[in-house]
DNA sequence: ATCCCGAGGG
DNA sequence: CCCTCTGGAT
């Protein structure tokens, strides 16, 4: 791999971001506040490609109409889609949902399986929302790779990949154990505040010290 | 590599 | 107007 920060780098990156971006991975909770793995599938699904405030009002009118993959089934597409409507791609989301809910019953008995290869195996999860549930659901020490993670991680020199699984892949061998469910979090607060796709605020960066493109973009 | 589809920001 | 927003299927 080229263009890598050493790994105590790494570690005190996670040191400051924690610090810099207090809070953590949330837990996904059902209607009775447990955890609810098949909202959070669902949820993961509704988030493609939207913002947080639209998958948030899309997930609601849905969860409003039906609570589990049987209630699901029983809704038309086209009750699914107005529910959705609000996050955007619906028919394509709508279209999912649905094989989604008819594979984890005919497969699963409409379990939601708590492994990486359970959950790729369904119709709908990739890996970001496998890891998503993962880690948000059942606890497991996953980073979960968005945009932002994947943007962030590279420009930094935290990782040296050109997909997001293959940013996921080196950040579970390169970051430290105890920050890769929260870390997700973390780097997402940072890259929604700080590193930026566009005009990243590396004057007001914690960790620009350590930073490859900072440093690259310097000696220019 | 391209399509699905749409709100919102700069 | 172009880009972004916590993607996945074909």
Request: charged letters at 25%; hydrophobic letters at 40%.
């Amino acid at each position: 791999m080229g263009r890598t920060i050493p790994e105590s780098d790494a570690a005190e990156i996670f040191v400051r971001l924690a610090e810099a971006m207090p809070g953590r991975t949330a837990n996904a909770k059902g209607p009775k506040g447990q955890p609810d793995a098949f909202r959070s599938c669902i949820s993961c699904m509704l988030s493609a490609q939207s913002l947080d405030r639209n998958t948030a009002k899309a997930a609601r009118a849905l969860f409003d109409l039906a609570q589990t993959p049987e209630d699901v089934l029983e809704l038309d597409d086209r009750d699914i889609a107005a529910a959705i409507k609000p996050c955007g791609l619906y028919n394509v989301k709508t279209r999912n949902i649905r094989k989604f809910c008819q594979a984890l019953l005919a497969e699963h008995g409409g379990l939601v399986p708590s492994t990486r290869k359970g959950l790729l195996g369904l119709p709908g999860i990739g890996r970001k929302c496998a890891d998503i549930v993962m880690s948000f659901t059942f606890g497991t020490d996953v980073i979960a790779v968005d945009t932002h993670v994947h943007r962030v991680c590279n420009r930094i020199g935290l990782t040296d990949a050109k997909t997001a699984d293959v940013t996921a892949q080196q950040l579970e061998a390169r970051a430290p154990k105890w920050a890769l469910r929260d870390g997700h979090f973390w780097l997402i607060q940072f890259g929604k505040k700080v590193c930026t796709a566009r005009a990243p605020k590396c004057e007001s960066c914690p960790v620009s010290d350590l930073c490859l493109w900072y440093a690259e973009r310097s000696a220019q």
